[in-house]
C-alpha cells in the first residue's frame, strides 16, 4: 500500500514539474484509475494542504521522513550494506517531500480510513502525529475564507460542477449497430428513456434533441455502459455532444468523395463513415463513397487507424468501412489532385480551452494568473496571446488551403477552443480571404447549422459581421446554466462554423485565360480546355 502512494506522489511531481498532463501522469501506473483519483484530490486541496502543513511546521520539522529515495542498484559490484548508507545523499529522489505529505495528507484528512499502509510505515507513523493541529488549521482556513465546510476549500469547485452536470454522451455506430438494436438492448438491461432534461439515475437516459443517433447518460453510469458488450463491440461510441456537431453537419451523401483533414484519433472520421453507411444501400464489398483521412502526426496516426478498425470504419474488402487513412500533412496536399472531392471537415489543432475535464485548471491556482501576466519585453503580448495568435494564424492557413480543392462544396472548421482568435475571428477572416473570393466561399446560413441550438456566436467578436455570429455555433463549457444536475445541452466549449460555395462570379480558369498573353499555343489552349471540362464535370457531380 505504501507503493500506491510513492507512485502517486511521483505522478504528483511530473504534473507539477509540468512534464504531463494530470490523465497522462496516471496513466503509466497499473492501477492508473486509483491514481488519477488521489492526484485529482491532492491538487484540488493543495493550496489548503500546504497552507495546513506549513502551519503544523512538517515539512521543516520532517522532511527526512517524506524524502523517498530510489532503491541503490543492484550489481554485482554491489558496495556492502554500510558503505550504501554513506553515499546516501547521491541517491535520486523518487519523490519530493512535498508531493508524497500531500498525497498522504489528503488521506490522513479526508478519507474516512485515514492512510491505508502499514502502521508502522515511518512516512504514515510521523504525519498521524500531526492530524489534530492539520485538521484545525483547515478549521481555521474555513472560517477565515468564509465557507461553510472543509470540502469547500477544494479548487476548481465550479468546474466540478460543470462535469456533474455534463451527461456521459454515446453514439450509436452505425456501423456495427443499428438505432432499433442499441434501444432493445437498453431495454433488456433495465435502462429506461425520460424526457431531456430528467436524467436523475444511472439507469435512465435521454434522446439529443439535435443530433441524431445520440443519447445522454448520468455521468455517473460511465463504468457500467464501459463495461457493456455493447461498448466493447463498438456498438456504441464515447463521443461528446459538441464533437458530434461537425460530421453531422457536414451531412455528406452516401456516394461523396470527403477529405477529413485533420483525423485523429478519429471519432468525427469514423462519425462521418457511419452517416454515410447509414444513408447508402451499401453492402458489404461494395464500394460507394470514400472519406480521405489526413494525419500528420506519426503516433497519432497509428492510434487513428486503431481506431477506425475497431469500429469498422476502415476501408478495407469485405467491411462496411469507407475511410482511407493517410499519414500526410494536409498543407501539402495538391488540391487539383482530389477533383473529386465535395466535401470536408476540418478541426485542426486548437488550444483545447473548450474541453472542460481536461483537469488543468486543478494547476490554474498559480499558473493562469501567471500566464496572463507575462508580457514578452519586445511584443507586448502575453505568452497566452502569443500563443493564439499563432494558432489563429495556422488555422486560417488550413481553411484558406482548403478553399482551394476545385469541386469542394461545403467545409465545416471546428474548434474545442472558447477564444474568439480561434473561432469567430479566424472565420471572419477566411471570408475575407483571396481564395473565399476567388472561389465564392461564404458561410452557411443559420437553417442549415443545427438551427435548433440556441447557442451561437459571440456578436462582440464580429464587429460589423452580426451574421456571422448568428451563423456559426458555440458551446459552453459545461453548458449554459448552473447546478449540478445532468443537462441534455452540456457539453464540452466547443465552435463550429460550415462554409459553402456558391458559383463564384468570374471560373478561375475564365480568369486564368483572360490573364493568358495573346498568341498563346494551342497546347496551352487544349489544356485548358481539358481542364475546364473536367471542373465542370466536377461541379456537376
Ligand atoms: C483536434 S485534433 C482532431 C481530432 C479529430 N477530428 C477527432 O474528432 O478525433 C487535430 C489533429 O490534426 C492533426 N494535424 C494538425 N495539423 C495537421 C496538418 N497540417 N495535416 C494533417 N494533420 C494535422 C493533429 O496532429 C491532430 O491529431
Same mark, same amino acid.
Given at each position: 500500500m505504501a507503493d500506491f502512494y510513492i507512485r502517486s506522489a511521483t505522478a504528483l511531481d511530473r504534473v507539477l514539474r509540468d512534464e504531463c498532463s494530470v490523465k497522462a501522469a496516471a496513466s503509466v501506473h497499473a492501477d492508473s484509475g486509483r491514481v488519477l483519483a488521489l492526484l485529482i484530490n491532492a491538487l484540488a486541496y493543495r493550496s489548503a494542504l500546504l497552507a495546513a502543513l506549513d502551519a503544523a511546521r512538517v515539512l521543516k520539522l520532517e522532511a527526512k521522513v517524506f524524502t523517498i529515495l530510489a532503491p541503490p542498484p543492484k550489481s554485482k559490484n554491489?558496495?556492502?550494506?554500510?558503505?550504501?548508507?554513506?553515499?546516501?545523499?547521491?541517491?535520486?529522489? $523518487?519523490?519530493?517531500?512535498?508531493?508524497?505529505?500531500?498525497?498522504?495528507? &489528503?488521506?490522513?484528512?479526508?478519507?474516512?480510513?485515514? @492512510?491505508?499502509?502499514?502502521?508502522?510505515?515511518?512516512?504514515? $507513523?510521523?504525519?498521524?502525529k500531526y492530524r489534530s493541529s492539520l485538521h484545525s488549521a483547515l478549521v481555521k482556513m474555513q472560517i477565515r475564507q468564509g465557507k461553510a465546510r472543509i470540502q469547500d476549500l477544494r479548487s476548481g469547485a465550479l468546474y466540478h460542477e460543470m462535469t456533474a452536470r455534463m451527461p456521459r454522451w454515446i453514439r450509436i455506430n452505425s456501423l456495427r449497430a443499428t438505432r432499433d438494436e442499441v434501444l432493445a438492448w437498453l431495454a433488456e438491461h433495465s435502462y429506461t428513456q425520460v424526457e431531456t432534461d430528467g436524467i436523475g439515475g444511472v439507469k435512465e437516459f435521454a434522446v439529443s434533441r439535435h443530433v441524431q443517433g445520440l443519447l445522454a447518460f448520468h455521468p455517473k453510469a460511465t463504468s457500467a455502459l464501459l463495461q457493456t458488450e455493447m461498448y466493447r463491440d463498438n456498438w456504441i461510441v464515447m463521443q461528446d455532444l459538441a464533437s458530434c456537431f461537425p460530421a453531422y453537419i457536414l451531412d455528406p451523401p452516401a456516394d461523396a468523395q470527403v477529405v477529413d483533414a485533420t483525423s485523429a484519433p478519429g471519432n468525427k472520421t469514423s462519425h462521418l463513415s457511419a452517416i454515410m453507411f447509414a444513408k447508402s444501400s451499401r453492402r458489404i464489398g461494395q464500394s460507394e463513397g470514400k472519406v480521405v483521412a489526413f494525419e500528420r502526426d506519426a503516433v497519432r496516426y497509428k492510434t487513428l487507424v486503431k481506431r477506425l478498425a475497431a469500429v469498422g470504419a476502415l476501408a478495407k474488402d469485405g467491411t462496411t468501412g469507407n475511410v482511407v487513412p493517410e499519414r500526410r500533412d494536409f498543407l501539402t496536399t495538391n488540391p487539383t489532385d482530389?477533383?473529386?472531392?465535395?466535401?470536408?471537415?476540418?478541426?485542426?489543432?486548437?488550444?483545447?480551452?473548450? @474541453? $472542460?475535464?481536461?483537469?488543468?485548471?486543478?494547476?490554474?491556482?498559480?499558473?493562469?494568473?501567471?500566464?496572463?501576466?507575462?508580457?514578452?519585453?519586445?511584443?507586448?503580448?502575453?505568452?497566452?496571446? #502569443? #500563443?493564439? #495568435?499563432?494558432?489563429?494564424?495556422?488555422?486560417?492557413?488550413? @481553411?484558406?488551403?482548403?478553399?482551394?480543392?476545385?469541386?469542394?462544396?461545403? $467545409?465545416?472548421?471546428?474548434?474545442?477552443?472558447? &477564444?474568439?482568435?480561434?473561432?469567430?475571428?479566424v472565420v471572419i477572416r477566411a471570408l475575407h480571404s483571396e481564395e473565399a473570393d476567388k472561389f465564392g466561399w461564404r458561410l452557411a446560413p443559420r437553417s442549415e447549422v443545427i438551427p435548433t441550438w440556441p447557442v451561437r456566436g459571440d456578436p462582440d467578436a464580429c464587429g460589423e459581421e452580426k451574421d456571422v455570429a448568428e451563423n456559426v455555433i458555440r458551446c459552453i463549457p459545461g453548458g449554459k446554466g448552473e447546478g449540478d444536475k445532468p443537462h441534455v445541452e452540456a457539453c464540452n466549449g466547443f465552435f463550429v462554423a460550415c462554409f459553402v460555395k456558391h458559383a463564384p462570379t468570374k471560373r478561375p480558369l475564365e480568369e486564368e485565360q483572360d490573364a493568358a498573353p495573346t498568341g498563346n499555343s494551342a497546347n496551352r489552349k487544349k489544356k485548358l480546355q481539358k481542364r475546364r471540362q473536367k471542373q465542370r464535370l466536377a461541379q456537376q457531380a
Open positions: 554491489d558496495k556492502p550494506k554500510q558503505k550504501q548508507k554513506a553515499d546516501k545523499k547521491e541517491l535520486k529522489e $523518487v519523490a519530493s517531500a512535498e508531493a508524497m505529505c500531500l498525497v498522504l495528507c &489528503h488521506d490522513l484528512l479526508f478519507q474516512s480510513r485515514g @492512510i491505508q499502509a502499514s502502521k508502522t510505515w515511518p512516512p504514515k $507513523v510521523a504525519l498521524e482530389f477533383g473529386e472531392v465535395t466535401h470536408m471537415l476540418l478541426d485542426p489543432s486548437c488550444s483545447g480551452s473548450g @474541453i $472542460v475535464n481536461r483537469l488543468d485548471f486543478l494547476k490554474e491556482d498559480d499558473d493562469v494568473d501567471e500566464l496572463e501576466d507575462t508580457v514578452a519585453a519586445e511584443t507586448g503580448e502575453t505568452k497566452l496571446q #502569443r #500563443r493564439l #495568435r499563432q494558432l489563429g494564424e495556422f488555422q486560417l492557413l488550413m @481553411i484558406r488551403h482548403a478553399f482551394k480543392f476545385p469541386a469542394l462544396r461545403k $467545409v465545416v472548421y471546428s474548434t474545442c477552443s472558447v &477564444h474568439a482568435q480561434e473561432n469567430e475571428s
